[in-house]
């Protein structure tokens, strides 16, 4: 499966993805048009942002920055020196479990 959000620069991949807060569970979904990620935490204070920025550094085992998104459920990350094929086997693992 194609995923459509994963972009690769030359500083690595940038990831769009698009926020659920307050779930059970942190998780990752990938559907067709996009990917979502469901966050433990509450909008508030960047609660959601630390949280999705920690996951996902230790889930890729990179450097993560937020570029875009800062207060909007849609997001999207840099993920430093990433390539877009490791990025998108490492996603669509996790969206299996």
């Known amino acids: 499966m194609k995923i459509v959000n ?10 769009e993805v698009s926020v659920k807060p307050k ?7 990938v559907q067709a048009d996009q ?4 966050c433990t935490e509450e909008p ?5 942002n630390r949280e999705l920025v920690k996951r996902l550094s230790k889930l890729f085992r ?3 920055v937020l570029i875009s998104g800062l207060t909007s459920k849609q997001k999207r990350l840099l993920i430093e020196g990433a390539q877009k094929s490791n990025v998108e086997s490492i996603l669509l693992a996790k969206s299996d479990d």
């Open 44 to 48: 508030t204070k960047g609660k959601v």
């Open 23 to 29: 779930a059970r569970e942190f998780k990752i979904a």
């Open 6 to 15: 994963v972009i690769e620069t030359e500083e690595g991949v940038i990831l």
């Open 62 to 64: 990179k450097e993560i």
């Open 35 to 38: 990917i979502v990620v469901f």
